[in-house]
């Protein structure tokens, strides 16, 4: 299986703050890398997928690089609706894998 | 707009079967777009794909479950459902069903999650 490590495990950021979340394959995936928010309680929510594609409806202040090994999730100026885990998948092979999340909370 | 929605026992005894119907509303199951999944997160934790399956009723598993899990699809109720067998404390988990979705880039083919069920909170204990 591919190994997708996330980092860091948890920050905490304030509103208006850039944000940025890493994600690294332990293999090449290209740009089969997409990018998930989940809130307690809630399934996760596509952001962004094919590493840099913003998925339809979700807001511009997301953004997504990298390709290869070597991926980022930025969060251009984050909003109180922003605090969250996030998770990155790889669907390059199966099976599909997914990071061990970042968690972004209020500081 | 398409919409899923787990069904099932939230209770299950160790070594016994655990049981669960995804319901697609909205659309319909055999339209192809979707590779419809099954994802399980423990409390706390992270999230780990079960299996999929197409509506022509091909699947695939993770392989670290693939000896516990079967799939089926019953185009006629617009649902389909996941078995694991042989359960034990470490099969409770919130357990989502999904659709996988492919879209054509510049240069790939990328799958991702584009649906998700609510979820559904299954429990195994004696």
């Known amino acids: 299986d591919i190994q997708m490590t996330q980092s860091p495990s948890s920050l905490s950021a304030s509103v208006g703050d850039r944000v940025s979340i890493t994600c690294r394959a332990s293999q090449s995936i290209s740009n089969y890398l997409n990018w998930y928010q989940q809130k307690p309680g809630k399934a996760p929510n596509v952001l962004i997928y094919?590493?840099?594609s913003l998925q339809s409806g979700v807001p511009s202040r997301f953004s997504g690089s990298g390709s290869g090994t070597d991926f980022t999730l930025t969060i251009t100026s984050l909003q109180p609706e922003d605090f969250a885990t996030y998770y990155c998948q790889q669907s390059h092979t199966t099976p599909p894998t997914f990071g061990g999340g970042t968690r972004v909370d209020v500081k | 707009q398409v919409q899923l929605q787990e069904s099932g026992p939230g209770l299950v005894k160790p070594s016994r079967t655990l049981s669960l119907t995804c319901t697609v509303s909205?659309?319909?199951?055999?339209?192809?777009?979707?590779?419809w999944s099954w994802i399980r997160q423990p409390a706390g934790k992270g999230l780990e794909w079960i299996g999929r399956?197409?509506?022509?009723?091909?699947?695939e598993s993770n392989p670290s479950l693939e000896s516990r899990v079967s799939m089926s699809v019953d185009a006629s109720k617009n649902q389909f459902s996941l078995k694991l067998n042989s359960v034990t404390a470490a099969d409770t988990a919130v357990y989502y069903c999904?659709?996988?979705?492919?879209?054509?880039?510049?240069?790939?083919?990328?799958?991702?999650?584009?649906?998700w069920g609510r979820g559904t909170l299954v429990t195994v204990s004696s």
């Open positions: 909205g659309g319909s199951i055999n339209s192809g777009d979707y590779y």
């Open positions: 399956i197409y509506f022509t009723g091909s699947t």
């Open positions: 999904a659709g996988f979705r492919g879209v054509l880039t510049a240069t790939a083919f990328v799958l991702f999650f584009d649906l």
């Open positions: 094919a590493a840099s």
